[in-house]
Every structure is written in C-alpha cells, then in structure tokens.
C-alpha cells in the first residue's frame, strides 16, 4: 500500500524559504518509472503543480516558479524534500506531495495516482 | 504560460448527466488526467489517459476525447458525487504538467 505524508512548517514569514517534506512508503524512488511531484493549493483556488523528480534524478518545474523551486531526493530514506525561496504570502497554500509513474509503467501511467493529506502553509509577518 | 480551460460550474439533478469539459491545444498529444476533490480532501484520481477508469471507481465516471477538448461524463449523478473536478496534463513536449481551473459539480 503506497502513502505519502507532507511535513513542514505552518507559517513562515515573507522572504524566508520554505522546506517541505514528503515521507513516503510502499514504493522505492530507486525503481525504474517511478516520480514523486509536489502540487498546491490556494485556499478556494485550483491545484497548480510545482515540481517532478524521478527515479533516475531527472527534476521538472514549472515554469513560473523554476527560479524559486529545488527539489531532492533522499532514496535511502523514502522521502523527497522541495524548497522554495522567498516567500510571499501569495503562497500561502495547502502543498500536496504525490506519486507519479512515467506514461509506460505502472497501474495509473502518467496520473498522480496516490496523494499525501496536504500540508497547510501560511506566509505571513 | 500552457492554460487548460474548464468551466467554473456546472450543476445536474440527481440521476442525470453531467459533463464536464477541458480545453487546451496539446490535448491531441498529451493524455488528460481526471481529479475529484471533496472539501478538506486531497484530489482522487477518476480518470487516467483520457478514458481509462481506476480500479474501486465507479461505472458512471468516464473519460473521452476530441480534437482539443476532453471531457468527464457521469452517468446517473449522485449526491455523493458533488465536488472540484480538475483535469490535469502537460504541455506539447510533456515536459510541464498543468491543472485545469477545476469545475465545481453542484448536485441540485
């Protein structure tokens, strides 16, 4: 059984950088097709997908915020670890870390099929 | 920046259709994913590649595609199934995923 649990501070202040955490278990970032993406939450707002690491170290970001992002993995302890910098209180969200497989491999090819509880963030002074 | 376009709302009687549509240009070359999200809950996988169902999801939710648009159909729309639907993919390269603005499904 695949689950993910996201760990990090509940409030931040403008500027600092933010660390989140993405304990997983069920599966191994050492296997061949397998990712792990981080995906927020504005509260009332739509999901916007942050960052992708796969199996083999290859990092994806979205665009808008690639200057901001850094995302790591640690194998030997199942988790994946984002950074973000200088934050904003426009970021103040619910940060959800999920399991991805790559398009050939897998039961759900290509979909964040498992997702962690969320973690709420707020930026604020 | 790569936008997918759904629509805010759409609103259904219980037992009827409902459809939920998603618009982008590189759909005829990227697959589209399919979320349901209840509030406080994280997103549930309904739909992956465009049409294929999960296991453990019900028969009605499916999943199809036309040229620029896909589209969430639930057969037989019950109370239960009021919540954000998000379609997800990526851009013409797969390289950046996306998210849709989500549709927010009201059970009359």
């Known amino acids: 059984q695949i689950t993910l649990k996201e760990s990090g501070p509940t409030l931040v202040k403008p500027t600092q950088t933010l660390t989140l955490t993405c304990t997983f278990s069920g599966f191994s970032l050492s296997t061949s097709g397998v990712g792990v993406g981080w995906i927020r939450q504005p509260p009332g707002k739509a999901l916007e997908w942050l960052a992708l690491i796969y199996w083999d170290d290859d990092k994806r970001y979205s665009p808008s915020l690639k200057s901001r992002l850094t995302i790591t993995k640690d194998t030997s302890k199942n988790q994946v670890v984002l950074t973000m910098t200088n934050m904003d209180p426009v970021d103040t969200a619910t940060y959800y870390c999920?399991?991805?497989?790559?398009?050939?491999?897998?039961?759900?090819?290509?979909?964040?099929?498992?997702w962690g509880q969320g973690t709420m963030v707020t930026v604020s002074s | 920046s790569y936008e997918l376009t759904q629509p805010p709302s759409v609103s259904v009687s219980p037992g009827q259709t409902a459809r939920i549509t998603c618009s982008a240009d590189?759909?005829?070359?990227?697959?589209a994913y399919w979320y349901q999200q209840k509030p406080g809950q994280a997103p549930v996988l309904v739909i992956y590649?465009?049409?294929e169902r999960p296991s453990g999801i019900p028969e009605r939710f499916s999943g199809s595609s036309s040229g620029t648009t896909v589209t969430l159909t639930i057969s037989g729309v019950q109370a239960e199934d009021e919540a954000d639907y998000y379609c997800q993919s990526a851009d013409s390269s797969g390289t950046y995923k996306v998210f849709g603005g989500g549709t927010k499904l009201t059970v009359l």
């Open positions: 590189a759909l005829p070359k990227q697959y």
């Open positions: 999920a399991h991805r497989m790559t398009g050939g491999s897998g039961s759900y090819p290509g979909a964040f099929d498992i």
């Open positions: 590649k465009d049409s």
